[in-house]
């Protein structure tokens, strides 16, 4: 069973540009979670995708967009690229859809860096 | 909103001893859950151990165990018989359910040595 799967590796982009990043979730799960983890820190919270719509957002501008598939896979968009935009893009998928307070584990991909110059 | 703070930056341990991370939280919510997360240099961040918060009973997978104190907001992760697999950035967590995001501490570094 392949877990959560990230593409690509590693990016290397320049200010200004833009660029998508991808997420395939672990098998059986509909919900897909977007983190920024900047060097030395913790990962913050993107958006989080259910049912092909954004669910939750976290405070991030609009330059990050993202979408859901009919498959459940998902995209980050980030345009207009800012030096401050390097960091280790995380990706995590759950089942969603059981009520506010059922426990479901996140599981983790592992991550795309992306470093803009 | 919820915070997750971490004050120790780096700690290292002896194989085989103990150490305990430290980790204080602040949330309005009445229903939430706390975790501990492990990141090693793979990057791969993995579930160590999480706690909801209306369970009094601290939560215990191995050997790792936690120490939950409700009413100082505190959720330390106690790690025992430290091995060198161990080394990895641990992050402690906290969300209110399956649908709402992890909010992340700044993380603790723990070397495990020989």
């Known amino acids: 069973d392949a877990g959560v799967t990230q593409s690509p590796t590693h990016l290397i982009k320049t200010r200004g540009q833009q660029v998508t990043l991808r997420c395939s979730p672990k098998s059986g799960h509909d919900t897909v979670s977007w983190y920024q983890q900047a060097l030395g820190q913790g990962p913050q919270f993107i958006f989080q995708y259910y049912e092909e719509e954004e669910r939750q957002r976290g405070n991030f501008p609009d330059r990050f967009s993202g979408h859901q598939f009919p498959n459940y896979s998902s995209e980050l968009n980030v345009n207009a690229l800012l030096l401050g935009d390097s960091a280790l893009y995380l990706c995590?998928?759950?089942?969603?859809?059981?009520?506010?307070?059922?426990?479901?584990?996140?599981?983790f991909g592992p991550g795309t860096r992306l470093t803009v110059l | 909103a919820q915070t997750v703070t971490q004050s120790q930056p780096e700690m290292s341990v002896q194989e085989a001893e103990t150490v305990t991370l430290s980790c204080t939280y602040d949330t309005s919510e009445s229903n939430y859950y706390l975790f501990w997360y492990k990141q090693p240099p793979s990057r791969q961040m993995i579930l160590v151990i999480r706690?909801?918060?209306?369970?009094?009973q601290n939560a215990t997978e191995n050997r790792f165990s936690v120490n939950f104190q409700k009413a100082a907001k505190s959720f330390s992760l106690k790690i025992s018989d430290s091995q060198l697999g161990d080394t990895a950035m641990y992050f402690c967590a906290s969300n209110t359910g399956t649908a709402s995001k992890l909010t992340f501490g700044t993380g603790t570094r723990l070397q495990v040595t020989l």
């Open positions: 995590a998928s759950s089942l969603g859809g059981r009520g506010r307070f059922f426990y479901n584990e996140q599981f």
């Open positions: 706690q909801e918060a209306y369970k009094q």
